[in-house]
C-alpha cells in the first residue's frame, strides 16, 4: 500500500520510534537493577531477622519486636499460631502449603501483597523448622516490602516523566534535523517546477555550503543549463530547418505552377524539370545530412577499423581533382603512410565536406595533410583562399551556418556541423586554425598504441 505520509512525518516518526524503544529498553535495565538491588538487601534483612528469631526461641529469650516492619510468627505440630507479633500484616502470614513446605524441613520463601495498585501490605516471609526445648515448631519471619515498592514506584514514575520529556526533546530534534536537510530539497522541487514554465530559472542554491544537497543543487542547476542550451539549440535547428527546407519547396512550387500555368515548349519544360531536379537533390542533401547528424549521436563504434591514412586521404582528394583543374587549381596530399583505428566512410565524409567547402569557396592550391603525433593524429584541409568571414568564425561549426545570410547559393549549412560531429564521435575535436592568410580546418582525432606509422616521422608536421 503507498503511503501518503509526506517523508518528514515518517522520518520524525521513524526516529519517536526508536527512541522509544531504546528509552524503554534502558529503563527497563535500570528498572531490573535497582530491584534486583533492592530484593537483595531485603533479602538480607529478612534473613538477618530470621536468625535474631530463630536464635531467640531456640534459647527460649525474648524476641525483639522494637523494629517496625518486622513480624514473626510460630506454629506447632497442629498448624495453630503458638506465640508471635501482636500487630501482624496479616492473621496468618504464612499459607497452610508454605507451612507443610516448611514442616518437611525446607526453607520456604514467598511474598504477600501487589506491587500495582499501591494499598495494603506487602511483605516478605520465610519459613523454617526450628527445633526447641518444647520440640519442632516452624518459624516464619516476615519484612515489610513497603520502602521497596514505593522506591520502585517512585522510580518507575520519574523514568516514565524522563522518557517523555527525552521522546519530545529527540522527536523536536529530528524533526528540525529533517526540515533542516529536506526544505532546500522542496525548494529545488518549486525551482524546478518554475523551470519547466519560466526560462532561465536556476535552484536556490547556497555557496557558504559544500555539503550534499548544496553539491545536488550545483549539479541540476548545471543540467537545467545545458537543457535550456540544447533546448534552444533545438528550437534554432527545427527553425532554420523549416527555412532551408521553405525555400527549395517554394521554388519547386513556383516552377511547377508557371509551367502548369500555360502550354510550354520542350526546352522550357526540360530547363523546369532540370531546376525542380536540382531542388529535389538540395532537400535530399539536407535530408541526408540530417540523417548522418543523427546516426553519429548513436555513435560509430560498430564501423571503426584500422585505416592507411594517406590512402584515404588520397582517395578523398582524387574526388575532386578533376573539378579543380577545369578551374586551372590542383589539389596535394601530404601524408606520412600510417595507419590508424577510426570510422573510414565517416572520415571521409568529414574531409569531403572540407575538401568540397575548399572547391566552391576557396582560391588556389588544396592541401590536404596528416599530421602524426604520439597520441594525436591531425588531419587538415587548407587552400590559398582568405578564409571564412570573421562574423562566422566563432560559430562556424553550428548548424546552418552560412556565410551567405541570403541562403542563395547551394548548401545547407550543415557542412562543418557534420565535421565537427564525426571529431567528437572519434573523441577528437574540430577546429579553425589561422596560419597567415590560409586558413586551415583540423580534425584531430586521438589515437592509442595500435596506431603504427611506417616512417617513424611522430611528431613530424606536413
Known amino acids: ?100 513446605k516448611a514442616r518437611g524441613g525446607a526453607t520456604v520463601y514467598t511474598e504477600y501483597g501487589r506491587f500495582f495498585p499501591a494499598g495494603g501490605r506487602a511483605f516478605r516471609v520465610e519459613a523454617t523448622n526450628v527445633a526447641t526445648s518444647h520440640g519442632k515448631v516452624v518459624l516464619a519471619t516476615a519484612i515489610s516490602r513497603q520502602p521497596r515498592d514505593e522506591a520502585l514506584r517512585e522510580l518507575l514514575g520519574q523514568l516514565a516523566i524522563a522518557n517523555l520529556l527525552v521522546l519530545i526533546a529527540a ?67 527545427i527553425a532554420d530547418a523549416a527555412h532551408e527546407l521553405r525555400t527549395p519547396l517554394a521554388l519547386l512550387k513556383g ?34 545530412t540530417l540523417l548522418d547528424l543523427e546516426e553519429l549521436e548513436s555513435g560509430i563504434a560498430g564501423s571503426e577499423t584500422q585505416a592507411d591514412v594517406s590512402t584515404l586521404l588520397t582517395k578523398t582528394a582524387d574526388r575532386f581533382r578533376a573539378s579543380l583543374e577545369r578551374d586551372s587549381r590542383t589539389i596535394i596530399v601530404d601524408a606520412a603512410p600510417g595507419a590508424a583505428t577510426l570510422s573510414e566512410p565517416w572520415i571521409d565524409a568529414a574531409l569531403s565536406n572540407l575538401v568540397s567547402n575548399a572547391v566552391r569557396y576557396g582560391e588556389g592550391t588544396v592541401t590536404v595533410s596528416a599530421i602524426w603525433r604520439p597520441d594525436v593524429l591531425t588531419i587538415a584541409v587548407s587552400d590559398e583562399g582568405d578564409g571564412f568571414p570573421n562574423d562566422i568564425q566563432d560559430r562556424a561549426f553550428d548548424r546552418f551556418t552560412r556565410a551567405d545570410l541570403t541562403r ?55
Open 255 to 288: 516552377e511547377v505552377e508557371l509551367a502548369l500555368h500555360k502550354p510550354r515548349s520542350a526546352e522550357y519544360s526540360r530547363e523546369a524539370l532540370k531546376s525542380v531536379a536540382a531542388e529535389v537533390d538540395r532537400m535530399a542533401d539536407l535530408a541526408n
Open 408 to 462: 542563395t547559393t547551394r548548401g545547407s549549412g550543415l557542412g562543418l556541423a557534420l565535421v565537427k560531429a564525426i571529431a567528437e564521435a572519434h573523441g577528437g575535436t574540430a577546429k579553425i586554425e589561422h596560419q597567415g592568410r590560409p586558413t586551415r580546418v583540423v580534425i584531430e582525432v586521438p589515437i592509442g598504441a595500435e596506431t603504427t606509422n611506417s616512417c617513424n616521422e611522430i611528431g613530424s608536421e606536413a
Open 171 to 237: 522527536s523536536y530534534v529530528g524533526y528540525r534535523t529533517v526540515r533542516a536537510a529536506l526544505d532546500p530539497v522542496e525548494n529545488y522541487r518549486r525551482a524546478a517546477k518554475a523551470a519547466g514554465e519560466t526560462a532561465g530559472t536556476r535552484l536556490p542554491v547556497t555557496t557558504d555550503r559544500d555539503d550534499e544537497l548544496t553539491r545536488l543543487g550545483h549539479t541540476f542547476n548545471d543540467l537545467l543549463a545545458r537543457i535550456e542550451a540544447e533546448t534552444e539549440r533545438e528550437h534554432r535547428y
Open 1 to 100: 500500500m503507498t503511503s501518503r505520509r509526506t517523508i518528514k512525518f515518517r522520518l520524525v516518526r521513524n526516529v519517536a520510534l526508536a527512541m522509544t524503544v531504546v528509552l524503554l529498553a534502558t529503563s527497563g535495565f535500570v528498572f531490573w537493577r535497582v530491584q534486583s538491588s533492592l530484593d537483595r538487601q531485603v533479602h538480607r534483612d529478612l534473613r538477618s531477622y530470621h536468625d535474631v528469631v530463630t536464635q531467640a526461641i531456640t534459647t527460649e529469650t525474648e524476641v525483639p519486636t522494637q523494629t517496625p516492619g518486622q513480624y514473626y510468627q510460630i506454629f506447632d505440630a497442629q498448624g495453630q499460631i503458638t506465640f508471635g507479633s501482636t500487630k501482624p500484616p496479616a492473621p496468618r502470614i504464612l499459607s497452610d502449603k508454605a507451612l507443610q
